[in-house]
């Protein structure tokens, strides 16, 4: 059973405006959260992140929101640019600094971003 | 300085055989992981190294598969008689230490088993 789900497998957003990438989570020992964007033919790249004790975090155009008592987190990219057009996936630790423990990072399966001109 | 490396990129084997990847991570990390990403799943965790050692195999999908890392660098995971289900991404991740964020991927090696 996935424990970290993200259930649209695509979103297709104009540019310039804002893309919302949604991310759900069944395990409630998960205290740290990040996300992950991949290009085709390369390996995921860190994003961003957040830890189970702050519901909000930033940098610069991409905030990421977690509603703790709805195990829910989200990405929220504004202005949306072409070049965000990749896949995001959402992860999931039982540790920021265990590297999930022996369990490494769970992911989700992703959402692919498509930035339309 | 350099990424992290994978080889090969591509890896067509027929079912049966055993495979090699290859994993060089970046130079001074101390943790690495591997993950396989098959088609249209998530990544899923297979094992980590601390040094040298790997703590707990137990993610590792059946015991075809088996992996090590020398002179804490370079690591290889092994499957023995590969069978059609191995096919997917395979990803190696190194991290300075062992920290959920830092994380870096190497661009993954693809294998697929006729």
């Known amino acids: 059973d996935q424990q970290v789900k993200q259930n649209s497998p695509s979103l297709s957003v104009q540019e310039g405006r804002i893309s919302i990438l949604n991310c759900d989570y069944t395990?409630?020992?998960?205290?740290?959260f990040l996300w992950y964007k991949k290009y085709p033919a390369e390996g995921p790249t860190f994003l961003i992140s957040i830890s189970s004790i702050k519901d909000k975090n930033e940098d610069g155009r991409f905030t990421v929101f977690l509603n703790k008592s709805a195990k829910h987190l989200s990405l929220h990219i504004v202005p949306s640019q072409p070049g965000d057009s990749a896949v995001y996936f959402c992860a999931a630790s039982g540790s920021m600094y265990s590297g999930g423990g022996a369990d490494g990072l769970t992911f989700g399966k992703g959402t692919h971003l498509i930035i339309q001109p | 300085g350099a990424g992290v490396s994978q080889s090969p990129s591509n890896k067509v084997t027929e079912k049966g055989k055993d495979v090699e990847l290859r994993c060089d991570p970046i130079?001074?990390?101390?943790?690495l992981y591997w993950y396989r990403q098959r088609l249209g799943q998530g990544l899923e965790f297979l094992i980590y190294?601390?040094?040298?050692?790997?703590?707990?195999k137990s993610g590792l999908p059946s015991d075809r598969f088996s992996a090590e890392r020398t002179g804490e660098s370079v690591s290889t995971l092994t499957i023995q008689r590969t069978q059609q289900e191995d096919s997917a991404v395979y990803l190696c991740?190194?991290?300075?230490?062992?920290?959920?964020?830092?994380?870096?991927f190497g661009p993954g090696t693809r294998l697929t088993v006729l």
């Open positions: 991740a190194s991290s300075l230490v062992r920290s959920a964020n830092e994380q870096f």
């Open positions: 395990n409630s020992m998960f205290d740290y």
């Open positions: 190294f601390q040094g040298n050692s790997a703590p707990d």
């Open positions: 130079s001074g990390h101390t943790a």
